[in-house]
């Protein structure tokens, strides 16, 4: 079996990292109103920044730690995913950038960082601070008031209560409650998605990473990426080799998600590794730089590599984020703030500086229905994954004059060119539709594209709801669009009572279909636990001029 190029089979189904450079959101956000600067003369401004899909906390880490050479503003960051091992690696990812220097360095904080981020196997020592953390994290997700306490950027009382308790299970697993290394096999899972990935190029695996690295990647902008450090991750899935290699053999629990999988006509939910093979994690923080010297060439090749860049540029986020400071209370949900919650206080505690706020999964197309979230936030943010949820519902969110940045499919090696500016296309409809306005730019990104809300898109909102539904000639849109999610009693419920997940298992968000048609992205075949133990056999042939599935764009749920 071959695999052609445009299949997008090798970005799975869940997104651990992200495919762009991260950004600065507040250099993203437009400009604090002078009338209003004036009127919060003796209080702090705030930016509300709603992110969709944004996976790894890049963009909030590097937003903290510019912090300093802007005004001063309370940030609030809204974060919505579409499974909650995600939002787990979420909590992780900052509770470390935001340890106490006491008890661990910059140095062990960055390196450990970078291995529970992006390596597939772990040292030891790194494996122990994942399952003491996630002992803790587990232990304090269940008690909101301790959680407030120790973690006072953190707010998780916008989830349902059967998301915090499947997010405590998560936690659960990661820190040991499933005993043995058999209990997630990672290494046997990477090579068996490789194999289904490259089929018959199996055997020529290195040839097939060096064109893809070179011909895709390196012509992408992205060549500061070295070919030993790309293969060894193509081959092991370990990006960052920061001690010898011989001291990484610990399976990344936080790398597992579950899935339901098609086994003698019954689905069964099975854990599994069913992200990224094909790019890897050295985009996010690994091909650009401040300090211009590091991507400095000599014989027309890069000085540096994008480990040894992404192991700077981690080391500089953390050491400006712990001079900028720490939070030191926390400051509650939006319901509470303007009442419409239970239990809302006459007087509310003193803010931190900034603040995560995680959103029910699912919720982008009902958050408008809530008040407090209509035109409330100056920033959107869109990953390429879930782009489907662009809509004039979501769009209701953001305030006139707020903007709207969409992550592109650049950095997914699987599209060809015209895929690639056919989804550009795409996602100015989806945007135009949604009430926004493309950006003036003298030279447009090739890796975001950039829009603002104008002061009449809401008069709008009602007529582009009605034209997003109808998708202009030659829209990038299958003929038969499929729910992202079936209706909730066509999840079996009885099949999951006589086959209960494994505990830190939890399924896909049971979002509702987006009322805007989905970008043409081939779903897989229906997934089986033979392709999760053995290469498959058989073609497989993507239909001509169709668009791969992107990370995330569709629940795994939505695959059988």
């Given amino acids: 079996m071959t695999t052609p190029a445009g299949s997008g089979t090798g970005f799975g189904s869940v997104s651990w990292w992200g495919l762009s450079p991260a950004l600065d959101l507040q250099a993203e956000s437009p400009p604090v109103d002078p009338d209003l600067r004036e009127d919060t003369e003796h209080t702090t401004p705030e930016l509300d920044v709603l992110l969709v899909g944004s996976v790894d906390g890049r963009h909030l880490l590097r937003t903290l730690a510019r912090a300093a050479l802007w005004p001063r503003r309370r940030l609030h960051f809204y974060v919505l995913e579409n499974n909650l091992e995600a939002v787990a690696r979420h909590m992780l990812i900052f509770s470390l950038a935001l340890e106490e220097p006491e008890k661990m360095g910059l140095q062990e904080r960055s390196e450990t960082f970078l291995e529970v981020w992006g390596n597939a196997l772990l040292r030891p020592q790194v494996a122990a601070f994942v399952r003491a953390q996630a002992d803790r994290l587990a232990r304090l997700v269940p008690e909101p008031h301790r959680l407030a306490e120790q973690l006072p950027w953190l707010s998780l009382s916008a989830l349902k209560f059967r998301e915090r308790d499947a997010l405590e299970a998560v936690f659960r697993f990661w820190a040991g409650g499933e005993k043995g290394p058999e209990v997630f096999p990672m290494s046997r899972l990477w090579d068996s998605r490789l194999r289904h990935y490259l089929g018959s190029r199996y055997d020529a695996r290195r040839g097939v990473s060096d064109w893809d690295l070179h011909m895709k990647l390196h012509d992408r902008g992205a060549r500061v990426i070295h070919t030993r450090e790309f293969r060894r991750w193509r081959d092991t899935g370990v990006a960052f080799e920061l001690r010898d290699s011989s001291a990484y053999h610990v399976p990344n629990r936080t790398l597992a998600s579950g899935r339901l999988l098609s086994h003698h006509g019954e689905r069964v939910a099975a854990r599994g590794y069913w992200g990224d093979i094909a790019t890897g994690p050295f985009v996010a923080f690994g091909i650009e730089a401040d300090d211009e010297s590091l991507l400095r060439t000599s014989n027309g090749q890069p000085v540096k590599t994008a480990s040894e860049i992404t192991?700077?540029?981690?080391?500089?986020?953390?050491?400006?984020?712990?001079?900028?400071?720490?939070?030191?209370?926390?400051?509650?949900?939006?319901?509470?703030?303007?009442?419409?919650?239970?239990?809302?206080?006459?007087?509310?505690?003193?803010?931190?500086?900034?603040?995560?706020?995680?959103?029910?999964?699912?919720?982008?197309?009902?958050?408008?229905?809530?008040?407090?979230?209509?035109?409330?936030?100056?920033?959107?943010?869109?990953?390429?994954?879930?782009?489907?949820?662009?809509?004039?519902?979501?769009?209701?969110?953001?305030?006139?004059?707020?903007?709207?940045?969409?992550?592109?499919?650049?950095?997914?090696?699987?599209?060809?060119?015209?895929?690639?500016?056919?989804?550009?296309?795409?996602?100015?409809?989806?945007?135009?539709?949604?009430?926004?306005?493309?950006?003036?730019?003298?030279?447009?990104?090739?890796?975001?594209?950039?829009?603002?809300?104008?002061?009449?898109?809401?008069?709008?909102?009602?007529?582009?709801?009605?034209?997003?539904?109808?998708?202009?000639?030659?829209?990038?849109?299958?003929?038969?669009?499929?729910?992202?999610?079936?209706?909730?009693?066509?999840?079996?419920?009885?099949?999951?009572?006589?086959?209960?997940?494994?505990?830190?298992?939890?399924?896909?968000?049971?979002?509702?279909?987006?009322?805007?048609?989905?970008?043409?992205?081939?779903?897989?075949?229906?997934?089986?636990?033979?392709?999760?133990?053995?290469?498959?056999?058989?073609?497989?042939?993507?239909?001509?001029?169709?668009?791969?599935?992107?990370?995330?764009?569709?629940?795994?749920?939505?695959?059988?």
């Fill in 311 to 560: 192991q700077h540029n981690v080391t500089e986020l953390f050491r400006e984020v712990a001079a900028w400071g720490r939070p030191t209370a926390n400051h509650g949900t939006p319901e509470q703030v303007h009442g419409e919650g239970p239990g809302s206080p006459e007087r509310a505690a003193p803010s931190p500086e900034f603040t995560v706020h995680f959103l029910p999964l699912g919720s982008a197309q009902t958050l408008h229905h809530k008040s407090c979230y209509e035109g409330r936030f100056q920033l959107l943010y869109v990953a390429c994954g879930m782009v489907h949820l662009l809509s004039p519902d979501l769009g209701a969110c953001v305030a006139p004059g707020g903007h709207l940045i969409v992550e592109l499919a650049r950095y997914l090696v699987d599209l060809r060119q015209e895929q690639l500016q056919g989804f550009s296309a795409r996602v100015g409809e989806l945007a135009r539709a949604a009430g926004f306005t493309p950006q003036n730019q003298d030279r447009p990104s090739e890796t975001f594209a950039r829009f603002y809300k104008s002061g009449d898109s809401a008069c709008l909102r009602s007529h582009a709801a009605v034209q997003s539904t109808t998708p202009p000639p030659g829209a990038l849109v299958p003929p038969s669009v499929q729910p992202a999610t079936p209706p909730p009693d066509a999840l079996v419920p009885p099949l999951e009572a006589r086959n209960p997940p494994p505990e830190g298992l939890t399924q896909p968000s049971e979002g509702k279909t987006p009322p805007s048609e989905r970008l043409k992205l081939p779903s897989e075949s229906p997934a089986s636990l033979s392709e999760v133990q053995a290469p498959p056999t058989g073609s497989q042939t993507p239909k001509p001029g169709s668009l791969p599935r992107l990370p995330d764009t569709q629940p795994p749920i939505s695959d059988l």
